[in-house]
């Protein structure tokens, strides 16, 4: 089974304060991203990764920042935190192809509030 | 970019009964997802539609995908308080990486 984890389940900081997310898959999969979820506005793409060193901005990439060093870790920065990206944090991963099933599989969400 | 439409976003139904959920797209697209949120946890891949005409059945949930209408459905069969949940359907965008999803049908099923 394809495993997802992201480093913290609830998360809390300041205004300001620099914040990182964790992510590590450990399936092997070439493609990762952030996504953020918020009531109303559905899952929105942040940011992914389709190799390592390489990112790519989605469609609300504004106050983030993205590092991926290895294969099975992607991490998501917020330089400097504030009360609008308190949200719901979700990293997934999938091996891409045009005969795959090109299905995403996701990490168990990081709750960040931003006070 | 692909666009996708979920109805209803809210479904309440007793226990026993049917039901379906909706999920229209905006652009062409080969194929479909479906996954489902529990309250404060993370999103589970239900079904993958990978063809027109495709069906897929898991317990009393079963997934179509009709490609020339834009259309994928989500049957419900004989509700149980089980499948309470949010459900999400999600297409990739042209660029072929991103997922966007609809809005999802949050679904309370009730005795």
């Known amino acids: 089974d394809v495993k997802v984890t992201q480093s913290s389940r609830y998360l809390v900081k300041r205004t300001g304060e620099k914040v990182f997310l964790e992510c590590v898959q450990d399936?092997?999969?070439?493609?990762m991203f952030w996504y953020r979820q918020d009531p109303g506005l559905g899952l929105r793409l942040i940011y992914f990764?389709?190799?390592?060193?390489?990112?790519e901005k989605g469609d609300i990439p504004e106050g983030y920042s993205v590092s991926r060093e290895k294969k099975e870790r992607f991490s998501l920065i917020l330089e400097s935190a504030s009360t609008n990206q308190t949200s719901m944090y979700l990293c997934?991963?999938?091996?891409?192809?045009?005969?795959?099933?090109?299905?995403?599989?996701f990490g168990p969400g990081t709750r960040l509030t931003v006070l | 970019e692909l666009k996708v439409e979920q109805n209803p976003l809210f479904l309440s139904m007793q226990e026993g009964k049917n039901y379906t959920i909706y999920c229209n797209y905006s652009t062409t697209s080969d194929r479909l997802y479906w996954y489902r949120q529990d309250p404060g946890k993370s999103l589970e891949s239900l079904f993958v539609l990978l063809s027109n005409g495709a069906v897929k059945q898991e317990g009393r949930l079963m997934a179509s995908l009709d490609t020339k209408a834009r259309l994928s459905t989500l049957h419900i069969t004989a509700a149980v308080h089980d499948l309470s949940a949010t459900y999400f359907c999600?297409?990739?965008?042209?660029?072929?990486?991103?997922?966007?999803f609809g809005k999802g049908t949050s679904l309370l099923v009730t005795p």
């Open positions: 999600a297409g990739y965008s042209n660029s072929g990486y991103a997922l966007n």
């Open positions: 997934a991963s999938r091996n891409p192809g045009l005969a795959g099933m090109n299905e995403q599989f």
């Open positions: 399936m092997d999969h070439e493609n």
């Open positions: 990764s389709y190799d390592v060193k390489m990112k």
